[in-house]
């Protein structure tokens, strides 16, 4: 719902008529991506903004290489060989090692994505149908649960929380399997009213006597912990009617007995969605996610309200109120660019991707999960762990009134931002023989004139940075770059030397510190922070 009346904007869904320049791109890649590069920039540049949009919403849904055994040199498994995936193999003695190996995995699916949204789909559905890996404590349950969100990730909303309702992570997460006639437990019912499609808006009022009615239609159901498959047990079902209340216009799901009482959720399901407040609170969810924290009264009327329409009238397919979204005026209005604070996982996952931090390959698997693990662990000390959010309701910078993403920035985990990127602009993470860390040299050589101090640094910032720098500061980061001299030569000379003869590590090193001086301020600037 709407927290505040003053307009930031006034601009609505009408098409965005303004200039596609690096500055237009940057905000797309930002906002839909977790870290712009160099080579995504100059890609989206060549095409049009149509194009661009088009393409990052054409999802590729092919299954990507499963996680795998990457711990048998700590832990002995009886049953998968090293660098075999276990996501097939339902042993609970493993995991604990299974789950960080599926952790670690799954950063490398981000650092690693694609030019789609895909991934910052997955975790948008993972902070809005939240499950705590400490909770249900299946590795393989996990896996199957990423699957889900990642093959349904802009496909119909409907189908997915029918589809989420009998996962296995989330039947043992909200209790679920545990869900009885003789013992109803209401923790599902209640979330996937109050968090998963109504919302706490002005219009969502369901009331506890709803919250109790759908739990009885969700008794029954269970998990073959040998497989991961989900059942209808028949003799744990209520039969009964379930009756709601007038904000549901006092529907009756009629109670069925044998098979047929697994039919009851599809009925859950369709009265929930027969309710408009669906479609905007999920429109605000998505908002908040891509655009920015705060809903005013102006982008309530003229943003949250029509793409509600769009997705109602569509069925609640969820790409077309994406495309809307990104190719309106509002998306790229200036009071949109650089308005939010980067995640955790924007901010480490996207450093990695905007500096092409090279990771050990395939063929040193057990080096390479290390290093997603150094990533992984990295976000989670800034408070946001992937497959571990705080509670069902998400991670507080997405829903905690009014402070939301400014939740991410404080003195716990401000220093540590900081500490990460001097670590891996300096000494990095020492993954065996492999150095976890930003190569200057390499990320350097990206942009078209390096020798040129001036248009190196305005290069680095139009990447780096989203919103413009005084020009003193630029001078300043000259003054970096020339270790104190006057003349632009004095850098232009030492580049040319390194270039000429790349092997030598003396004119490495006089350019590679001057470049590790400059890329450390620029992440220590407030302006790093914003996306």
């Known amino acids: 719902m709407a927290t505040t009346t003053k307009a930031r904007t006034n601009a609505g869904l009408e098409p965005y008529t303004g200039s596609w320049d690096s500055a237009a791109v940057l905000h797309l890649l930002k906002r839909v991506h977790f870290g712009p590069t160099k080579e995504n920039l100059d890609y989206f540049k060549g095409r049009s903004l149509t194009q661009a949009v088009d393409e990052v919403l054409n999802i590729d849904y092919s299954v990507p290489s499963p996680p795998i055994n990457s711990y048998n040199d700590n832990t002995a498994d009886p049953n998968i060989a090293p660098g075999q995936t276990w996501v097939n193999d339902y042993n609970g003695s493993l995991n604990g090692v299974r789950m960080g190996s599926f952790k670690q995995w799954w950063t490398g699916e981000i650092i690693n994505h694609d030019r789609t949204i895909r991934e910052k789909m997955v975790l948008f559905w993972h902070n809005h149908f939240s499950t705590q890996g400490d909770v249900y404590n299946w590795p393989n349950f996990g896996y199957q649960y990423l699957s889900l969100l990642r093959s349904n990730c802009l496909k119909n909303f409907k189908t997915l929380v029918k589809d989420i309702t009998l996962d296995p992570a989330m039947l043992i997460f909200l209790n679920g399997e545990k869900n009885t006639k003789t013992a109803p437990d209401e923790n599902y019912s209640r979330e996937v009213q109050e968090l998963f499609t109504l919302g706490k808006g002005p219009d969502s009022n369901y009331t506890e006597a709803d919250v109790i009615a759908g739990a009885k239609v969700l008794t029954g159901w269970r998990i073959d912990k040998t497989n991961g498959n989900v059942y209808f047990q028949e003799n744990r079902h209520d039969t009964t009617d379930k009756v709601f209340s007038s904000f549901y216009g006092g529907t009756t799901i009629t109670g069925k007995t044998g098979p047929q009482g697994a039919d009851e959720v599809d009925d859950l399901i369709n009265m929930i969605f027969n309710q408009n407040e669906v479609s905007k609170h999920m429109m605000r969810k998505l908002y908040r996610w891509f655009v920015y924290y705060d809903i005013d009264e102006t982008t309530e009327t003229n943003v949250i309200i029509p793409l ?95 402070q939301y993403h400014e939740l991410w920035v404080n003195s716990d985990t401000l220093p540590n931002r900081n500490k990460i990127t001097d670590i891996m602009i300096s000494s990095g993470y020492n993954l065996g023989t492999f150095s976890l860390r930003i190569d200057p040299l ?90």
């Open 308 to 402: 509600a329409t769009i997705f109602r009238n569509g069925n609640y397919e969820i790409k077309p109120v994406l495309e809307a979204l990104f190719k309106s005026a509002h998306f790229f209005d200036v009071a949109n660019r650089g308005a939010i604070l980067k995640s955790p996982a924007d901010f480490t996952f996207g450093l990695c991707r905007t500096f092409d931090v090279q990771f050990p390959n395939s063929a040193s698997y057990v080096d390479q999960y290390r290093g997603w693990y150094y990533m992984l662990y990295a976000s989670a000390l800034q408070q946001q762990e992937l497959g571990d959010p705080p509670s069902v309701a998400g991670w507080p910078a997405y829903y905690q009134i009014p």
């Open 442 to 531: 390499l990320f350097t050589k990206k942009f078209d004139n390096p020798g040129n101090p001036g248009q190196l640094i305005d290069d680095m910032l139009e990447l780096l940075h989203t919103i413009p720098v005084e020009q003193s500061q630029k001078d300043y980061m000259k003054t970096i770059l020339l270790s104190g001299q006057l003349n632009d030569s004095y850098w232009t000379e030492a580049w040319d030397d390194y270039i000429s003869d790349q092997s030598n590590t003396t004119k490495q090193n006089i350019v590679g510190l001057r470049l590790i001086y400059l890329i450390k301020y620029l992440m220590n600037l407030g302006e790093f922070q914003l996306s």
